[in-house]
């Protein structure tokens, strides 16, 4: 077997180029070391629709079944899938063999341990790696285990539906785009038991990903769908990542809508619900998230980026929802998992129960709230970026500093968060003000000091 490169080893998920990184021999060996990790005796494993995905897939289950674990095959599924399936059907873990948002010629491992919580690189990616990389993978303690096929889609898309009253969704005119994902798998059940007229882009699954990349945050992969909303002059546009476990939301004007402020409108559609919660966000949103969230009787809960700590901080926390700027949204009542589907209908209940267009329940954080994006700054060596980040904190330090996830500094018109990547050397940059003026300039004012 040749050599595993450490590389693909990443703080959420393993990751990296096919054959070149991720190989059949690489998954064998992963699927030996997790069943280890875990001590698993049961697990499901499912797949995107990349065309390596099948064969990783298939890898991996040898792989766990040499080791003495029973696989449940789920087949081709959205990532959030297998979180219904592992949390539903009891089972020790799972893992999905997917690349997510990446171009079709990568590929890699999503992992869940028990109740669907995630392995990361601070628990659980490290000690495979480290096994696996040093061919010390713990010789099988049980026979090998059996195989299973089971099909879940239909109990997943009742527990989705479950989130929305359907029978108060307005017939919007919307536009779908799955880019050659597992969107394409999942929301022709869906928006089939909506009233809603829908325009349908990208919807044949194909891993090669003929029409653009399954990356709705990149402006080019939005184009299209961004030039059928004005053309049917739809109310919104609903765009999914390959994996379909993030979507993302174009008004109904062509804009494209931050994830700062999805998250927000998800708040208060969640505290519509059940008042009285707490709810989680990233430490780069908008503090419009924070406003909307007390607005509306609950309790906002800053948190560091990541989906490992977000979910652990909601089961500590009890809470109700958390989101993430990068389109990733969590909902207790779906395990503290993240899913793909409940925004979108939850965004469509919204706008139903309060009679007004995206557009519409935007404007006003719009009018308030002026966010930069993330900015990404290549650095030569992470040496350099801890060498900025602290020039930045020195800088700035007469506002409210804290290093939370990097650094972060807040003052009563404007603030940011300047952090290192955690897995190449890259800064990223999120900043906001009240004046758009006030946010380019500011923007302007750090970025210089991070690419002096």
Not at 134 to 159: C, F, H, K, M
Not at 319 to 328: D, I, K, S
Not at 358 to 385: C, Q, V, W
Not at 403 to 423: A, C, K
Request: charged letters at 25%; aromatic letters at 10%; a negative charge.
């Amino acid at each position: 077997m040749s050599a595993i490169p450490p590389g693909i080893f990443k703080a959420y998920d393993i990751r990296g180029l096919y054959p070149d990184e991720i190989t059949e021999d690489g998954a064998r060996a992963i699927g030996r070391a997790y069943v280890a990790y875990l001590n698993a005796q049961r697990i499901a494993v499912s797949r995107d629709m990349r065309t390596s995905s099948p064969a990783l897939a298939a890898a991996f289950i040898e792989g766990a079944r040499a080791q003495g674990a029973t696989v449940v095959d789920y087949g081709m599924c959205a990532t959030d899938m297998l979180y219904f399936g592992v949390a539903r059907d009891r089972l020790d873990g799972g893992a999905q063999i997917t690349a997510s948002h990446n171009p079709g010629r990568y590929n890699g491992i999503k992992m869940v341990r028990k109740d669907a919580l995630p392995l990361s690189g601070d628990a659980g990616i490290g000690e495979i790696r480290d096994m696996v990389t040093s061919g010390r993978i713990p010789e099988p303690t049980r026979p090998p285990g059996g195989l299973e096929t089971s099909s879940i889609l239909d109990a997943y898309v009742e527990r989705v539906l479950g989130f929305v009253d359907t029978s108060a969704i307005k017939p919007f005119n919307v536009v779908l785009d799955a880019g050659g994902g597992m969107a394409g798998l999942v929301a022709p059940k869906l928006f089939a038991r909506l009233p809603c007229r829908t325009t349908k882009l990208c919807f044949e699954i194909d891993g090669t990903f003929p029409n653009h990349e399954a990356n709705p945050l990149l402006e080019e992969n939005r184009r299209d769908i961004v030039e059928r909303v004005i053309a049917e002059k739809a109310d919104v546009g609903i765009a999914w990542d390959g994996d379909a476990d993030r979507c993302f939301f174009i008004d109904g004007t062509g804009a494209f809508v931050a994830g700062d402020f999805i998250t927000a409108l998800l708040a208060e559609a969640a505290l519509r619900k059940t008042a009285g919660q707490k709810i989680i966000y990233d430490l780069r949103a908008s503090r419009a998230v924070k406003d909307t969230v007390e607005a509306h009787g609950g309790t906002a809960l800053m948190n560091r980026v990541g989906h490992a700590f977000i979910k652990r901080r909601m089961r500590e926390e009890h809470a109700l929802f958390a989101g993430e700027v990068t389109g990733h949204y969590y909902f207790r009542d779906f395990y503290y998992a993240d899913n793909g589907f409940i925004p979108a209908l939850l965004i469509l209940e919204l706008m139903s129960k309060k009679d007004r267009t995206l557009h519409a329940l935007l404007e006003p954080f719009r009018e308030r709230y002026f966010i930069s994006g993330e900015i990404n700054t290549p650095m030569s060596d992470m040496a350099k970026a801890s060498a900025r980040v602290k020039e930045l904190s020195e800088r700035y330090r007469d506002g409210h500093t804290y290093f939370l996830d990097g650094f972060s500094v807040e003052y009563p018109d404007w603030h940011f968060n300047v952090r290192e990547s955690n897995t190449e050397p890259i800064l990223r940059l999120n900043l906001e003000a009240t004046t758009r003026e006030m946010m380019e300039a500011k923007r302007d004012e750090v970025l210089a000091i991070i690419r002096a």
